[in-house]
């Protein structure tokens, strides 16, 4: 028998506001809900629009499925475009732009079964 399942996109909660500036979305499936030991976030990213600086206890790989973007890890730089992936070490700070004309989409895979988020100012998302 397997457990293997299928989860619809509007099944994963919606995060309105909490890390996307307006005109973009965030759903977030917390891996610890799925007997998982990972968790994934879906964004779409309006132009000119990104997450402010934060970091994770745990590392992060974003998949970028479409559009353009410029992204901040620690104190390196990268332009990255869809089909690119971008590796965040445990505890590095990082934030990124969506710097096209077009939305942004991407997936980061959180190397751990709840998204914890520091942001710069000292508040926090578990």
């Not at 992204?71 to 590095?92: H, K, W, Y």
């Not at 934030?95 to 004309?101: E, L």
Request: charged share 30%; no cysteine; aromatic share 4%.
């Amino acid at each position: 028998m397997t457990d293997a399942k299928r989860i619809a996109r509007e099944d994963v909660p919606l995060q309105p506001g909490k890390v996307v500036d307006e005109g973009g979305e965030l759903r977030v499936l917390e891996g610890a809900e799925h007997d998982l030991r990972l968790s994934v976030m879906e964004s779409s990213i309006a132009p000119g629009s990104g997450p402010r600086r934060h970091r994770h206890p745990h590392a992060e790989v974003f998949v970028l499925v479409e559009g353009e973007g410029r992204f901040s890890i620690d104190d390196a730089m990268f332009d990255a475009r869809s089909g690119d992936m971008l590796v965040v070490p445990p505890n590095a700070w990082h934030g990124f732009v969506n710097h096209a004309r077009e939305p942004l989409r991407l997936v980061a895979i959180h190397d751990n079964a709840r998204a914890v988020t520091e942001f710069e100012d000292g508040t926090r998302r578990d």
